[in-house]
């Protein structure tokens, strides 16, 4: 199963205790940390954290500066975690544009892990789902290939992690009712989870709850009732749950 999560809410978590934004980030990144432990520990396969949009880079630049300083310190830190629960770590997103130092600690930890066979992490960081097909479409460009006669299937592998299955479950935090351009092409078919909690108050819990609710939905793929999967114990991309 890949479950993808747009972890929002950090700004409004500091705001309602006063403090300043910055805070919201710290401690979005704690609970960033126990929604990989959760997951990993629950045999998800694939895990997609929107850690910073393409659109984010309009943020002030103080706040932009310290997001990328906390997630540098992250890599770091998590590489004997990384070890420990077997996990893989991944990158979408445009690494071009990241400042040297960042693109090369998210390098080392993608090299350090590329071994380990247990759960993908894939950190969406400088990740726009559009800015992913315009640099997809570059890359078919610049490999000769005919754009005239271009397929789903050609385009699906151009983007940035093509052997990782499309998201099943998409989780947006913190109650907005969009998907800010995270996961455009892959996520056409995902079912989509909304809470209103916000991101720094998320625990083990919530992301439970979530992957039980998905478990009851149908999804049907754009054909009609009798050829929908139904999610509960079905394995979903191939994969077990
Ligand atoms: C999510 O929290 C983190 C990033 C987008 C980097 P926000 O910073 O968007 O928090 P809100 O939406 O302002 O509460
Ligand atoms: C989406 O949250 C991006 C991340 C969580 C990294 P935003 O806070 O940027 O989304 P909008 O602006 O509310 O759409
Ligand atoms: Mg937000």
């Known amino acids: 199963m890949h479950v993808g999560i747009i972890m929002d809410g950090n700004g409004r978590w500091a705001r309602q205790r006063g403090a300043i934004r910055t805070?919201?980030?710290t401690e979005g990144l704690k609970?960033?940390?126990?929604?990989?432990?959760?997951?990993?520990?629950?045999?998800i396969q694939h895990l997609s954290l929107y850690v910073f949009s393409t659109e984010n880079r309009k943020r002030a630049a103080g706040e932009v500066n310290?997001?990328?300083g906390l997630v540098k310190q992250y890599l770091r830190a998590e590489l004997p975690f990384c070890r420990e629960n077997n996990i893989?770590?991944?990158?979408?997103?445009?690494a071009k544009s990241l400042s040297p130092d960042i693109a090369m600690e998210i390098a080392n930890v993608v090299e350090e892990t590329k071994a380990l066979s247990g759960m993908q992490v894939i950190l969406a960081l400088n990740y726009g789902g559009r800015d992913?097909?315009?640099?997809?479409?570059?890359?078919l460009a610049a490999s000769g290939k005919d754009l005239t006669a271009v397929t789903e299937s050609d385009i699906a592998a151009s983007l940035d992690?093509?052997?990782?299955?499309?998201?099943d479950l998409i989780i947006r935090s913190a109650g907005e009712y969009r998907t800010s351009n995270f996961l455009l092409w892959e996520g056409a078919y995902s079912e989509l989870y909304i809470s209103a909690k916000l991101w720094p108050d998320w625990t083990r819990e919530d992301l439970e709850k979530a992957v039980d609710e998905y478990r009851n939905r149908d999804r049907r793929f754009g054909g009609v009732g009798d050829s929908s999967v139904h999610t509960g114990g079905i394995p979903v991309n191939g994969e077990k749950q």
Do not use: C, T, W, Y
């Open 23 to 25: 805070q919201g980030h």
């Open 31 to 43: 609970a960033a940390r126990r929604i990989v432990k959760a997951a990993s520990d629950m045999g």
């Open 66 to 68: 310290f997001i990328m």
């Open 88 to 94: 893989r770590v991944r990158h979408a997103g445009d």
């Open 132 to 139: 992913e097909l315009v640099r997809a479409f570059r890359r």
């Open 161 to 167: 992690n093509p052997d990782v299955p499309d998201p």
